[in-house]
């Protein structure tokens, strides 16, 4: 009986070291959200961050209209587009992944040092 409850905590703990492991993997970046607000443009809302990505700062807007407000703290993220346009220009897009499984997509619309 004691084997089986000490494999059954293994296997858990295994598990749990495996999904841990994946998010790592699959968003490797370490996103710190400083600032948040909501901007009301027309009829649409969008999400603005100030977040340090890489230790650089970004503004980032989200590609999502549903208002909500976002805690400032820690995420995980990963690039989903890059797009280069010329030495001094380009199109980033990141996709934060929060506690709760979910993600959301923002769009980077400036740098600030």
Known sequence: MKTAIFTVILLAASACAFAASDTTANYPLKVHVTSTHLEVTGVAIRQHL??????????????????????????????????????????????????????????VIGESE
């Open 50 to 107: 100030s977040a340090s990505i890489d230790g650089k700062n970004y503004f980032l807007v989200s590609s999502s209209t549903d208002p909500f407000v976002f805690r400032i703290g820690d995420y995980q993220g990963r690039i989903t587009k890059d797009n280069p346009k010329g030495a001094a220009q380009y199109e980033r897009v990141y996709e934060l992944k929060f506690s709760d499984e979910k993600t959301e997509k923002y769009n």
